[in-house]
């Protein structure tokens, strides 16, 4: 079978958008996350702002490792890579 | 009369309706939302639609609306910024962090007026207004006044950016509206958007250094309210005081009010100018009820007296603070609803003669909309 990253997202946030995880094509985060977000269009705004950053109480891991690049999301993606999109602990 | 209003709060937004029930008569029929951040809710009188602003912290800035009476709720288009300019930078003045474009709360909600029915406008923080042609399916972002280069001096008063909490659009003339922005003033286009001009000429801010304690542009209006019946006439509830207009916010003249002139919260009656009510705290130095006697202020001179009102509300060791949008009248002037930060809900049927307790275990209330019919 083809190796692909995937994309996983909180349980939290399947409560205001139903976000399944996916396999997408992708060698950077954000070539990832457009990949979902052109079939799931409505999760776009619960992850990123409108300027395409990540949300600044949201994070997103590759392989466990918290992403660098929260503006461009340029970080690498490998091709069998784990992206998991979770929430920064704040407010308590 | 209204005998139904929405309460957006902390955690949920709420239905409050009137009952036939004699000894208590009004009590909340209908929740939505509960659990998230109900920043500001919309009856909108034009069609019955209901709009309401969530801010889910990690999730953003979202727009719900309901077209059955609150029944069921759809998430709509919500406002956000256009793409930032390459290399553009910009920051809040008085705390020199970066202005960010992007919608971070929704503070205010308004219908277009009836000459301009598919109209609604939206204020945010960080300073944006927005505004929809086509009742909430898209938003623009309004450039002419984001584009001022007065609105780069804007700065956080409470919150850590400026932000738009008030917006009235003039009944019989919606190409007129007035904004207030925490901090930076009232704000008028006559020309539905197209140009802006700061109308805060007389208010004073303490606060600043003398040269600057009567810039219209540093003005800390915390709400800003316009008679319906006498469109000229506004009232401030200001950072420094009370201030009101009677000339359509081309001049400000402070009132001292009683028990003090501290608060967040004003209503105006919608056909009599000169009655507003208040809902005073001590101090900016110690935002508590005054002797911890929650208590609303009302006058019926345009502020020459007020009489503070307390029957029905709590007389000792009460700390509650009502929000700038929590103290809303209905069309006929003599309903009111006051909802509080330690999430008390009260109404009047009689101008705040006396006051009955709807409920005392809310979330920390932000908004009291009634709705109309």
């Keep these: 079978m083809k190796e692909m990253p995937t994309v996983s997202f909180t349980p939290n946030i399947q409560r205001h958008v139903r976000c399944p995880p996916a396999g997408v094509e992708g060698d950077t985060v954000r070539q990832a996350l457009d990949a979902v977000f052109q079939s799931n269009p409505r999760a776009r705004a619960y992850v990123l702002d409108e300027q395409g950053a990540v949300r600044r109480h949201m994070v997103v891991f590759v392989d466990g490792r918290q992403v660098l690049d929260r503006q461009h999301l340029s970080d690498p993606v490998p091709r069998d890579g784990e992206i998991y999109v979770a929430q920064a602990l704040s407010g308590g | 009369m209204s005998d139904r209003f929405l309460v957006a709060t902390r955690k949920g937004l709420f239905t409050v309706q009137r009952g036939d029930r004699r000894l208590s008569p009004w009590s909340i029929v209908a929740e939505a939302f509960l659990g998230d951040n109900v920043s500001m809710v919309l009856p909108d009188p034009r069609d019955g639609s209901i709009w309401a602003a969530l801010d889910h912290g990690h999730f953003g800035v979202k727009l719900h609306v309901s077209r059955d009476r609150g029944a069921t709720w759809a998430e709509g288009s919500a406002p956000a910024f256009p793409p930032k300019p390459e290399g553009h930078e910009e920051v809040e003045p008085a705390g020199q962090r970066p202005i960010p474009w992007t919608v971070l709360r929704i503070w205010s909600l308004e219908a277009g007026g009836d000459d301009d029915p598919d109209g609604l406008w939206c204020g945010t923080l960080p300073g944006g207004l927005f505004r929809s042609n086509d009742r909430g399916a898209s938003w623009q972002l309004v450039r002419s006044l984001w584009d001022h280069p007065k609105r780069k001096e804007w700065f956080g008063g409470g919150a850590e950016f400026p932000g738009i909490h008030s917006i009235s659009v003039e009944p019989g003339n919606s190409r007129r509206v007035t904004i207030g922005v925490s901090c930076g003033g009232v704000w008028v286009t006559e020309d539905h958007g197209g140009t802006w001009t700061c109308r805060a000429d007389g208010m004073r801010a303490e606060y600043m250094p003398p040269e600057r304690q009567f810039d219209p542009f540093i003005q800390d209006p915390h709400r800003v309210v316009q008679c319906p019946g006498d469109p000229k006439s506004f009232w401030a509830a200001h950072h420094n005081g009370v201030f009101r207009s009677v000339d359509g916010a081309g001049s400000w003249q402070e009132v001292t009010a009683q028990p003090s002139s501290f608060g967040f919260a004003v209503a105006v009656h919608p056909k009599k ?87 005392d275990h809310l979330p920390p209330v932000y908004a009291v909309r009634w709705v109309s019919g």
Aim: charged fraction near 20%; proline fraction near 3%.
């Design chain 2, 273 to 359: 100018a000169d009655t507003a009510w208040l809902v005073p705290a001590e101090s900016d130095q110690r935002r508590i009820p005054f002797e911890g006697r929650v208590v609303v202020s009302r006058t019926r001179d345009g502020g020459k007296s007020f009489t503070v009102l307390s029957r029905g509300l709590p007389q000792q060791h009460a700390y509650d603070i009502t929000y700038r949008h929590a103290l809303d009248i209905d069309s006929t002037g003599d309903h009111l609803a006051l909802g509080s930060t330690t999430g008390n809900l009260w109404v009047t049927v009689d101008q705040g003669d006396t006051w009955q307790t709807v409920a």
